[in-house]
């Protein structure tokens, strides 16, 4: 089963379009992570959630929000996307530095920006 | 920094031969390495993880090598195989106690048939 799920698989949205992913868990891992993975690349954090602690790294562009409301769910907030945020967004979740562990992933969002 | 890098973008291999790949980090406090398998469209894939106080694990075929003088990670794959075709990618756990976890730049493993 699933463990880690993204929806949806493939989103194609409208330049300028608001867009939202989503992502939950069932493992009730402590952290929950936002992955940009672009073509040929490696997969760039844009921010993490431990707990309800937001952590935002400092080159993520201000048009990327995320939102948890819960332990099991986690939100990328794309306020207006544009054509170079077309990308694979990867989520993934773990229980957190301090007892070390592997982060899980899910299958990720495609998103096209028309 | 936590920068992470790899030194070979693609690595072609025989199928059956051994495959080394290798990732080198900045970061002298991290204190845990992840290797990641990834499969064209798919999620990153745990493959094997060491911490800081070790210097070899192994699991079923795959073995990681990490040099904390020299700042250096290694996966040894034996007996390669066509499923082991992928984009491979080092990890690692930032100096932060968030589980900020950062990726190197992939290497492509290509197995010859």
């Known amino acids: 089963d699933a463990m880690v799920i993204q929806n949806p698989r493939y989103q194609v949205t409208q330049f300028g379009k608001p867009v939202t992913l989503s992502c939950s868990q069932t493992?009730?891992?402590?952290?929950m992570y936002w992955y940009q993975q672009k073509s040929s690349q490696a997969p760039k954090l844009l921010f993490h959630?431990?707990?309800?602690?937001?952590?935002n790294e400092a080159d993520t562009p201000d048009n990327f929000q995320s939102r948890r409301p819960n332990t099991s769910f986690c939100f990328l907030d794309i306020r207006s996307p544009g054509l170079g945020d077309a990308a694979m967004y990867l989520c993934?979740?773990?229980?957190?530095?301090?007892?070390?562990?592997?982060?899980?992933f899910g299958q990720g969002t495609r998103l096209t920006v028309v | 920094g936590e920068n992470v890098g790899l030194h070979l973008p693609t690595l072609s291999v025989q199928e059956g031969d051994n495959s080394i790949i290798n990732c080198a980090y900045s970061?002298?406090?991290?204190?845990?390495f992840i290797w990641y398998k990834q499969e064209s469209g798919k999620g990153p894939q745990f493959i094997i993880d060491?911490?800081?106080?070790?210097d070899k694990r192994q699991g079923q075929r795959v073995t990681v090598l990490l040099n904390k003088t020299v700042k250096h990670l290694s996966l040894q794959i034996a007996a390669t195989q066509p499923g082991d075709s992928a984009v491979y990618f080092c990890?690692?756990?930032?100096?932060?106690?968030?589980?900020?976890?950062?990726f190197g730049q992939g290497t492509t493993l290509q197995v010859k048939p």
């Open positions: 990890a690692l756990h930032g100096s932060s106690n968030t589980g900020k976890l950062i």
């Open positions: 959630y431990y707990d309800k602690d937001f952590n």
């Open positions: 970061n002298s406090a991290s204190d845990y």
């Open positions: 060491i911490r800081s106080n070790m």
């Open positions: 993934a979740t773990s229980r957190g530095a301090g007892t070390g562990g592997e982060a899980f």
């Open positions: 493992l009730n891992h402590n952290v």
